[in-house]
T-cell receptor, first 114, second 111 residues
C-alpha cells in the first residue's frame, strides 16, 4: 500500500534554480494538494486540484506552479527558487464523503534554498 | 493571518496528567480533523468531526466540535510518553477539499 509518494526527500537548491517536486497517489482520490510547513506556522496550502485538468491557488501560491494531467500525479514546480522557499513540503490526497473527509500525506520533501 | 489558532503552542507534562488542546476560528468549517505528526513524517489522521456539538472518543483521546462548527478541542486523559508529538487541527472548506491547518501544539510527555 504505497499511498502518497513524494520525491525527492531532500533537496538543496541555489537561488534562481528551478526544480519539480513529484507527488503520486494510488488511491484514486479526486483531490490533491500541496502544503508547506514552517516552524510556528503549521501547514499552509499552496495549490490544490479537484481532479485531472483542474487546479487552483491556495493560501501561499506565489512562486509555485502546478498541473494535474492525470488523477495519480500532481507535481509542484519552483520556477526560480528563493531562500524564502526553504521549507518542508507535503503533498496530500483526499476524498470527501458525507461522514467527513481525510487527507493522506506523503513523507515530505525538505527543501533548502541557499 | 492563520485561519485556525491552536493553543497552547507548546505543552510539557508529566505522565499520567490530563491536558486539553484548543483549536479556534472565526470561520465555519464543513468538517474538522485532528492529525498527529511525528518528526520526519507527514501528519496522520486521528479523527474527523462533522456535526456541530459532536463528541468522539478514541481510547484516552476525546474530541469535541463546537456547536457553531468554528472550534474544536482535544482532551487527553492520563497522558503517556507515546502521546508525545505534534498535534494539528485542520478545517475543511470549499469544494476542493481545502484543508486549513492550525499552528500546531507540540506535546511532550515526560516519563
Amino acid at each position: 500500500n504505497a499511498g502518497v509518494t513524494q520525491t525527492p526527500k531532500f533537496q538543496v537548491l541555489k537561488t534562481g534554480q528551478s526544480m519539480t517536486l513529484q507527488c503520486a497517489q494510488d488511491m484514486n482520490h479526486e483531490y490533491m494538494s500541496w502544503y508547506r510547513q514552517d516552524p510556528g506556522m503549521g501547514l499552509r496550502l499552496i495549490h490544490y486540484s479537484v481532479g485531472a485538468g483542474i487546479t487552483d491557488q491556495g493560501e501561499v501560491p506565489n512562486g509555485y506552479n502546478v498541473s494535474r494531467s492525470t488523477t495519480e500525479d500532481f507535481p509542484l514546480r519552483l520556477l526560480s527558487a528563493a531562500p524564502s522557499q526553504t521549507s518542508v513540503y507535503f503533498c496530500a490526497s483526499s476524498y470527501s464523503e458525507s461522514t467527513g473527509t481525510e487527507a493522506f500525506f506523503g513523507q515530505g520533501t525538505r527543501l533548502t534554498v541557499v | 493571518t492563520q485561519l485556525l489558532e491552536q493553543s497552547p503552542q507548546f505543552l510539557s507534562i508529566q505522565e499520567g496528567e490530563n491536558l486539553t488542546v484548543y483549536c479556534n476560528s472565526s470561520s465555519v468549517f464543513s468538517s474538522l480533523q485532528w492529525y498527529r505528526q511525528e518528526p520526519g513524517e507527514g501528519p496522520v489522521l486521528l479523527v474527523t468531526v462533522v456535526t456541530g456539538g459532536e463528541v468522539k472518543k478514541l481510547k484516552r483521546l476525546t474530541f469535541q466540535f463546537g456547536d457553531a462548527r468554528k472550534d474544536s478541542s482535544l482532551h487527553i486523559t492520563a497522558a503517556q510518553p507515546g502521546d508525545t508529538g505534534l498535534y494539528l487541527c485542520a478545517g475543511a472548506m470549499g469544494t476542493g477539499n481545502q484543508f486549513y491547518f492550525g499552528t500546531g501544539t507540540s506535546l511532550t510527555v515526560i516519563p
